[in-house]
């Protein structure tokens, strides 16, 4: 995602037989870690990760607490379009406050998690625990520094699920027949079919979220050449839209070289 690529593209052939240069995968990355790091490296940041996850879990079973939700049946009816969706803009909508919810309770777990595992690229131990972390961080960034790639996090999750729910009512009200046998196999399927192709296009979110989290944070991953000092998300979101590299990390396998781009302007 920060664009470190420590180990030289190899020459491969894609489906149609034409050469091209492919990135080392995960399993070549993990190698390297290996053989710089010890296995110890695979597992950086890994700390703060699990408490991040531990809030998140804790958050949304607190907000779900709190503002409960009955549960609703599926209404699949064409004849009751109207209720049925009118079921899912609720489900989505506290979806959607459990979410928020907890992804600015765990973020900040999130921001020194990230930190943790971009100090490979330039071999730092400025984030080596995560009290240590919190109090380092309060003290050259303050509060606001705890949150830095907030905001394109809340916004992929946030659109993340509106698409995924809605797609998946839409299919399974107009796409699947009531007198199909499979008809419920199906549906059950349709929200994780749609959740991976949503996910796909939401991703230029959590790469920017997680690059404005590392950004000029006085970690080289942070800085030139590999990221510019952003003044916003909106500003990272621009230069890597001119560069062609929104998705960049998004593979763990099969990752195309991009072509070589000339120097662009970042205004």
């Known amino acids: 995602q920060v664009g470190h690529e420590p180990l030289p593209p190899t020459v491969g052939r894609n489906v149609l037989g034409r050469k091209v240069l492919y990135l080392p995968g995960f399993f070549t990355y993990a190698r390297h870690i290996v053989e710089v790091d010890g296995k110890r490296g695979l ?33 699949s009816n064409k004849d009751d379009v109207k209720t049925s969706l009118r079921k899912v803009v609720t489900e989505t909508s506290h979806e959607m406050l459990m979410q928020c919810a907890s992804r600015v309770v ?9 930190r943790c595992m971009v100090q490979f690229v330039g071999r730092e131990v400025k984030y080596s625990g995560v009290f240590s972390a919190i109090g380092r961080i309060f ?51 349709t929200k994780f079919v749609m959740g991976i192709a949503v996910s796909m296009l939401t991703y230029p979110f ?10 000029n944070c006085g970690l080289r991953a942070g800085l030139p050449p590999y990221a510019p000092a952003f003044a916003s998300w909106i500003h990272c979101w621009r230069y890597l839209s001119a560069q062609g590299q929104l998705f960049r990390g998004s593979s763990l396998l099969f990752r195309r070289a991009p072509m070589p781009a000339a120097c662009l302007p970042l205004d």
């Open 43 to 75: 597992f950086r940041g890994l700390t703060p990760r699990l408490i991040s996850s531990t809030l998140s879990t804790i958050t949304r079973g607190s907000v779900k607490k709190a503002f409960p939700l009955e549960d609703m049946e599926h209404v």
């Open 106 to 114: 765990s973020h900040p777990l999130h921001v020194i998690s990230m």
């Open 139 to 189: 003290k050259e960034e303050g509060i606001l520094g705890f949150f830095v790639g907030l905001v394109p996090h809340i916004l992929g999750d946030v659109i993340f699920l509106w698409c995924c729910n809605l797609l998946a009512h839409f299919i399974n009200t107009y796409a699947v027949d009531d007198n199909f046998s499979q008809a419920s196999v199906i549906r059950s399927y």
């Open 206 to 215: 959590l790469l920017v979220g997680d690059l404005m989290a590392v950004n």
